[in-house]
């Protein structure tokens, strides 16, 4: 008999992935899929101080340190490290946070601190750790699965300015109304523009 739960869990990791692979065509970054790639000549490549390691990029943590062995990366960036071209570099679905390799959590997952959710280097201010769960923080939201993106229709409420009122001389009382139902239609006026 034929065990098809690794077919299944391939074919499931493969439809996660939306928008253009690694070395994929494009037109826009937005369009490349891998975490830490930019739109390059109609080409999805690594970012700058990211390298290539298998299908994903992987950001080089130091120029300055050389490697023959993974365990060398160890000390200095955490057992989520590897040697990779004589350069230390965090492994494939991982990112680096406070010079340490911490495993991605991606949109959704459960989470326990903002710096484990990561949806790219561009992207780790737009994500963040709510209620327990990886989600686009306000102002962001989700494109293609795995990415925040700016909202659109997102529009942060100005405060209101502050104004300093000038003395009001006595009125009478036919003046008095006149000054009521002129502060009304402004009041009425403000609530119109703000939920209409």
């Known amino acids: 008999m034929i065990n098809l739960i690794p077919f299944a869990v391939m074919v499931l990791l493969i439809d996660q992935t939306v928008g253009s692979a690694l070395n994929g065509p494009c037109a826009s970054n937005e369009e490349c899929g891998t975490f830490d790639t930019h739109c390059r000549n109609g080409t999805c490549v690594c970012r700058d101080n990211f390298i290539t390691v298998y299908d994903s990029c992987v950001h080089v943590?130091?120029?300055?340190?050389?490697?023959?062995?993974?365990?060398?990366?160890?000390?200095?960036?955490?057992?989520?490290?590897?040697?990779?071209?004589?350069?230390?570099?965090?492994?494939?679905?991982?990112?680096?946070?406070?010079?340490?390799?911490?495993?991605?959590?991606?949109?959704?997952?459960?989470c326990e601190h903002d710096h484990q959710c990561y949806c790219g280097q561009d992207c780790v201010e737009r994500i963040g750790c709510i209620n327990h769960k990886c989600t686009c923080r306000e102002g962001y939201k989700t494109y293609s699965i795995?990415?925040?993106?700016?909202?659109?229709?997102?529009?942060?409420?100005?405060?209101?300015?502050?104004?300093q009122q000038a003395p009001i001389p006595p009125m009478n009382s036919a003046a008095l109304i006149n000054h009521s139902i002129l502060l009304y239609i402004i009041m009425f006026s403000n609530f119109l523009i703000r939920y209409m």
């Open 61 to 110: 943590a130091s120029e300055t340190v050389e490697c023959t062995r993974k365990e060398q990366c160890h000390s200095i960036l955490g057992s989520k490290s590897t040697c990779k071209n004589k350069r230390c570099v965090c492994r494939p679905f991982h990112h680096l946070h406070k010079k340490q390799c911490v495993k991605n959590k991606d949109l959704h997952d459960f």
């Open 146 to 163: 795995r990415r925040c993106i700016v909202d659109p229709l997102y529009s942060v409420e100005t405060p209101p300015i502050a104004v």
